[in-house]
């Protein structure tokens, strides 16, 4: 796998995530909490021990260590483009490979992994088609990638437009703009959840007769 580090300038978002990483453990929800809220999804998320799994965006890895522990003795490879945030996850000791990384630009290797998972974090890649065509290039046939938020999307799209700055544009698209996204950088038809108990996606690359 092959990787550029970021550059502050690239992305306005990276210095905003950078400025946020020391505190971002405590300003927000117990982390333990969100990973509790996560563990009562387990099932839908079918993850399995032995699964090769990127972790897109992890922040200060709130859930690395509990998606480590799910799929052991498979890998977790934890990117973000925040080094600052990509600091802080380093620092917690967990048995991951972390990764500076920008997912609608680097090279995240070719059929490497099972799957990808956004959890929080795709909103606010810049180049949203880019970055799934960036994707499917890194997952196994068949693989499968998950965008997963515990709000639910009109939820999340308020709130980031409130926050404004440099994150007020960033949204999760409506259910034809995924289709056709996901169509064409190479995946199936997704499934989409969408409620008051959050967001879910998930997608599998399209099998290739």
Known sequence: MHSKQPQPAADARIGFFDRLAEEWDTSEQDPAETVREVERCAERLDLHPGDCVLEVGCGTGQLT??????????????????????????????????????????????????????????????DQPAALRNLARCLKPRGRLIVMHLHGRDEVNEFHR?????????????????????????FDPPEISDGKDGFLLQARIMAVD
């Open 65 to 126: 260590e509990w998606l480590v522990d799910r799929v052991r003795p498979g890998r977790v490879t934890a990117l973000d483009f925040s080094p600052e945030m990509l600091r802080k996850a380093a620092a917690k000791g967990i048995d991951a490979a972390f990764l500076p990384a920008d997912v609608c630009r680097d090279d995240l290797g070719r059929a490497e992994f099972d799957v990808a998972l956004c959890f929080h974090s795709f909103p606010h890649f810049r």
């Open 162 to 186: 409130g926050m404004g700055g440099e994150i007020g544009g960033d949204l999760l698209p409506d259910d034809a703009r995924w289709r056709d996204w996901l169509k064409a950088a190479g």
